[in-house]
């Protein structure tokens, strides 16, 4: 395997940072995970646009265009033949003393790219769907560290998967400090009621997803009408459908919130609906980056 390291194919024994950059010592940067299908990487200029949006929300300054990381990413894929697997594209402050201050990162940002593979949920969770719970970790509150920022920092969203975890689910629904729905550790929440498609806005406190910007086009396009209100677990509970999108977990069904089960307790037709239409977008080269 190798890893893109600062303009460099480097092998993956040798992709490593020094252990006084700020990416380790705070959680100090920004990432994407990307997926590639069909030998094409999956709304890429999207991915690099919110990195570079990330970044800036950071203050970091990334030392190479958008367009330039397009292409590193696409060679990333070309050189490990990864053209149905998954990228983590990693941006961190770069090595600095053992102070907080940003500024004294003075060598720049470590740019990594690595082109792999990921399975989150076995197969059987898509086909039957998922018991989820909501949690007491309540999701960044957006005026610390806003959850539209793709950071390094995940440990708010890691204290919510270990509640998950503690109480045998695997994955949990975290709710804003106004005790309205977020998002999930990793995805986006989406309910249907009544034939409409709603999952929260962003300002909710939820990163604004790819997967999710997707999902709410093809619904569009099916004719469906799509909304983002305010929501509430009472809106969950309710719902005839529930569903979670991101970009490893891709579009997976939930069944069970709290122990209340969400419609017919079974993914229900307009998610499949949904999934089936999801599969055949994201192989459309048209909505993908090519690898050569
Ligand atoms: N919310 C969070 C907290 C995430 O980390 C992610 C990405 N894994 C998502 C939502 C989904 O975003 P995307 O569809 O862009 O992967």
Redesign the pocket.
Known sequence: MQIYMNGKMVPKEQATVSVFDHGLLYGDGVFE?IRSYNSHVFLLKE?IR?LYDSAKAIDLAIPMSQEEMVRAVVETCRVNDVRDGYVRLVVTRGPGDLGLDPAKCKVGPNIIIIADNITLYPKECYEEGLPTITVATIRNVPEALN?RI?SLNYLN?ILAKIEASNAGVKEAIMLNAQGFVA??????VFFVRDNVLSTPHPTSG??E????NAVMAIARAMGVEVREPVTSRYDLYTADEVFL????AELIPVVRIDRRVIGAGKPGPMTLELLKRFHAFVRDPANGEKIP
């Open positions: 995970g991915h919110r959850p793709k969203n998002e999930a550790t990793g995805d986006n939820s990163l997803g790819i997967t999710r999108t991101g970009t490893a």
